[in-house]
């Protein structure tokens, strides 16, 4: 299965993935996942927002165990960030039917779709659809860096744009289990194959617009220009000064000058930062002060996303630790889709694969082959604890 995926949105000058929210490298990954789900003999059906789901067993009358994770990507990211987790799954579903394992409810393998955001903005906007944490309306009118809004992108790929929340899908959701690549160095540390999440920090995606005014590079004296790349300069130096502060992170990994030419100054500097913090008064704190900073450059500082600390259901990790053997148990600052869940009040949990690098959304990101074993047969244990009767 790892080798089907290998190529499919693959950049060869980075090694890195792109992997973007309905473009050609999604319908391809969307055709594997089918193709993955009816060789098993499961059904496969795609919610209102696009989500794929695959089911062993009947998960209309009794809500069923579900796993899984995301197969986009960000912009040349790793190559286990979210497939790990479905591939994860699919083996997982191999591994219990070598063991003549009949589950007594169903069990499902799930791909939601556009988590990391990569495309239009906000990350888990396939989970938040499903669980009516995003507005249909609002998602459809993003837009990518080429003005195609999502709407429209949907429409290229064959979707309805009759997007939303969907009863019928989260009715057949009883439990919800994301295998992840681990995006740190908690069990190279822990010296630990796999551990089980506990809790995902706050985190904010926001956009800063800071406006100038255009001139010519070489006639402009430096007292006459309005230069909003002084002002972007600040809000980096402002963002690192105060996730030091407020032991929080933040991320200025996106701008967009405006007209981006070589011999003009930029008429606006729009820029993205992303901040988290394991308590959300800091993130706050630091979100504060940065719109403080561009609302003194004359510019604005919008939320695209915001989520609160999710702290994952503890009986449910309890329970995936002691099928387990008690392994280790970590907190992370990345998002997932299974934060998304437990936040509109499934019962979630997460099982982390050590990553050697501790590096993620990049080329660098890794998993050794025995340790994605060591998480397929976690996977399989803890479904099977789960499945193991009705209820
Ligand atoms: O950004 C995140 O934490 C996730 O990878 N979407
Ligand atoms: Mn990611
Ligand atoms: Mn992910």
Same mark, same amino acid.
């Given at each position: 299965?790892?080798?089907?995926?290998?190529?499919v949105?693959? /950049?060869?000058? &980075?090694g890195?993935? $792109?992997?973007f929210?309905?473009?050609? @490298?999604?319908?391809?990954?969307?055709?594997?996942?089918?193709?993955?789900? %009816?060789?098993?003999?499961l059904?496969v059906?795609?919610?209102?927002?696009?989500n *794929?789901?695959?089911?062993?067993?009947?998960?209309d009358?009794v809500?069923?165990?579900?796993t899984?994770?995301?197969?986009?990507?960000?912009?040349?990211?790793?190559?286990?960030d979210?497939?790990?987790?479905? %591939?994860?799954?699919?083996?997982?579903?191999?591994?219990?039917?070598?063991?003549?394992f009949?589950?007594?409810?169903?069990?499902? +393998?799930?791909?939601?779709?556009?988590?990391?955001g990569?495309?239009?903005?906000?990350?888990?906007?396939?989970?938040?659809?499903?669980?009516?944490a995003?507005?249909?309306?609002?998602?459809?009118?993003?837009?990518?860096?080429?003005? +195609?809004?999502?709407?429209?992108?949907?429409?290229?790929?064959g979707?309805?744009t009759?997007?939303?929340r969907?009863? *019928?899908?989260?009715?057949?959701?009883?439990?919800f289990?994301?295998?992840?690549? !681990? =995006?740190?160095?908690?069990?190279?540390?822990?010296?630990?194959?796999?551990?089980?999440?506990?809790?995902?920090?706050?985190?904010?995606?926001?956009?800063?617009e800071?406006?100038?005014?255009? /001139?010519? @590079?070489?006639?402009?004296?430096? !007292?006459? $220009?309005?230069?909003? &790349?002084?002002?972007?300069?600040?809000?980096?130096?402002a963002?690192?000064?105060?996730? =030091?502060?407020h032991?929080?992170?933040?991320?200025?990994?996106?701008?967009?000058?405006?007209?981006?030419?070589?011999?003009a100054?930029?008429?606006? +500097?729009? #820029?993205? %930062?992303?901040?988290?913090?394991?308590?959300?008064?800091?993130? $706050?704190?630091?979100?504060?002060?940065?719109?403080?900073?561009?609302? =003194?450059?004359?510019?604005?500082?919008?939320?695209?996303?915001?989520?609160?600390?999710?702290t994952?259901?503890?009986?449910?990790?309890?329970?995936?630790?002691?099928?387990?053997?008690?392994?280790p148990?970590?907190?992370?600052?990345?998002?997932?889709? @299974?934060?998304i869940? #437990?936040?509109?009040?499934?019962?979630?949990?997460?099982?982390? %694969?050590r990553?050697?690098?501790?590096?993620?959304?990049?080329?660098?990101?890794?998993?050794?082959?025995?340790?994605?074993?060591?998480?397929v047969?976690?996977? @399989?244990?803890?479904?099977?604890?789960?499945?193991?009767?009705p209820e």
């Amino acid at each position: 299965m790892w080798a089907e995926l290998a190529d499919v949105g693959r /950049n060869p000058a &980075t090694g890195g993935y $792109r992997r973007f929210a309905w473009t050609r @490298a999604d319908h391809d990954l969307r055709e594997w996942f089918t193709a993955a789900a %009816v060789s098993r003999g499961l059904d496969v059906t795609v919610d209102r927002c696009g989500n *794929q789901w695959a089911w062993w067993g009947e998960p209309d009358t009794v809500p069923g165990v579900v796993t899984g994770s995301h197969l986009d990507s960000v912009p040349d990211g790793g190559a286990f960030d979210g497939p790990l987790g479905v %591939v994860s799954a699919f083996a997982a579903v191999d591994a219990l039917r070598d063991k003549g394992f009949m589950p007594a409810r169903p069990l499902g +393998v799930v791909n939601f779709c556009d988590e990391e955001g990569a495309r239009f903005g906000i990350a888990c906007a396939g989970s938040r659809l499903l669980t009516g944490a995003l507005a249909p309306e609002r998602a459809l009118a993003l837009s990518d860096v080429d003005g +195609v809004t999502m709407a429209g992108a949907l429409a290229t790929a064959g979707r309805s744009t009759d997007i939303g929340r969907d009863e *019928q899908a989260l009715r057949r959701v009883a439990t919800f289990v994301e295998l992840h690549v !681990e =995006q740190g160095r908690g069990l190279v540390e822990l010296d630990a194959p796999v551990a089980v999440a506990s809790a995902i920090w706050p985190h904010g995606r926001y956009r800063a617009e800071l406006p100038g005014q255009a /001139n010519h @590079a070489g006639t402009t004296r430096l !007292e006459d $220009r309005v230069d909003p &790349t002084l002002a972007y300069a600040r809000l980096i130096l402002a963002a690192r000064r105060s996730a =030091q502060t407020h032991g929080a992170v933040a991320t200025c990994g996106k701008v967009r000058f405006a007209p981006n030419g070589v011999n003009a100054i930029p008429s606006l +500097v729009t #820029a993205w %930062v992303d901040v988290r913090a394991p308590a959300g008064d800091d993130a $706050r704190a630091v979100i504060a002060e940065l719109a403080a900073l561009s609302e =003194q450059a004359g510019g604005t500082f919008t939320e695209e996303s915001l989520t609160g600390a999710t702290t994952f259901d503890t009986e449910l990790r309890r329970r995936l630790a002691a099928a387990l053997g008690e392994p280790p148990v970590l907190a992370t600052g990345a998002g997932h889709d @299974a934060g998304i869940l #437990a936040a509109a009040g499934f019962p979630a949990g997460m099982l982390f %694969v050590r990553n050697p690098t501790g590096v993620s959304h990049s080329p660098a990101e890794f998993a050794e082959r025995d340790d994605c074993l060591a998480g397929v047969t976690a996977l @399989a244990a803890v479904l099977a604890d789960l499945t193991r009767t009705p209820e």
